[in-house]
């Protein structure tokens, strides 16, 4: 039997019991190895339901964090997917996974660099930069879904601007203490938002983030 699949397992039990219904992503959460995203003394914590801590004082999402919003971008397979905050590279998997055309974005060179190992490893095709997520990556847009995982003051424009028809952004917005989940879906000129209370994240910093 492969490494922790019996943890896997649980944890998979877990995120149903917690309401996360797509089969197609609890399938790919059962397939990505999240004990290979972190490193010791983590790596036994690795599929308790909770954030960890990862290089550069960042966290790898908890699970069911991960599963929320990702059930929220409602993906269909091969929908092109812009996240930003790379961090360990586990969410940009969970979505390649989907069968989605992945892109990231991380600020910290040195976290992009580990999570591209990560990527040829396990023989995921995500294009990847270094850079300042918050204008988001205008060159490969629209995007089927943009997905931040880091907290944000407000909701950036550049990102609602980057979405396809019927695209949707998902983004914790609120102080640095708590944030409410933002999902906001483009319907025409428009946009509908849902907001699910109760997240937190890491500061996502940049110009049109914190510290911005
Ligand atoms: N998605 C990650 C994973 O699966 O491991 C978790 C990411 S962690 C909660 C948030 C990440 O956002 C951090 O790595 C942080 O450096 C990054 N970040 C913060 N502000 C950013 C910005 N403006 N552009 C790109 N990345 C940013």
Request: include cysteine; charged fraction near 25%; proline fraction near 4%.
């Amino acid at each position: 039997m492969a490494r922790f699949e019996d943890e896997r397992r649980d944890m998979i039990d877990v995120l149903k019991e917690r309401g996360i219904t797509d089969e197609r992503l609890l399938q790919a959460m059962m397939k990505v190895e999240r004990h290979l995203f972190v490193s010791e003394p983590f790596v036994n914590r690795a599929y308790d339901d909770t954030a960890l801590p990862i290089a550069k004082q960042q966290t790898i999402s908890q699970p069911y964090t991960v599963a929320f919003m990702t059930q929220q971008l409602d993906l269909k397979d091969g929908a092109k997917v812009l996240e930003i905050g790379t961090g360990s590279g586990y969410q940009a998997a969970i979505l390649a996974e989907l069968g989605c055309k992945v892109y990231t974005i991380e600020r910290h060179v040195d976290l992009l660099l580990q999570a591209r190992k990560m990527f040829e490893k396990r023989g995921y095709r995500i294009g990847s930069k270094v850079g300042d997520g918050t204008i988001g990556w205008s060159e490969f847009g629209p995007y089927d879904g943009i997905v931040v995982t880091a907290a944000a003051p407000n909701v950036p424009e550049p990102l609602k601007e980057q979405l396809a028809e019927g695209g949707r952004l998902v983004i914790p917005v609120g102080d640095l203490d708590l944030q409410d989940l933002h999902v906001i879906i483009k319907t025409g000129s428009s946009f509908q938002v849902r907001i699910a209370q109760g997240f937190k994240f890491v500061p996502l910093i940049g110009k049109k983030g914190w510290n911005g």
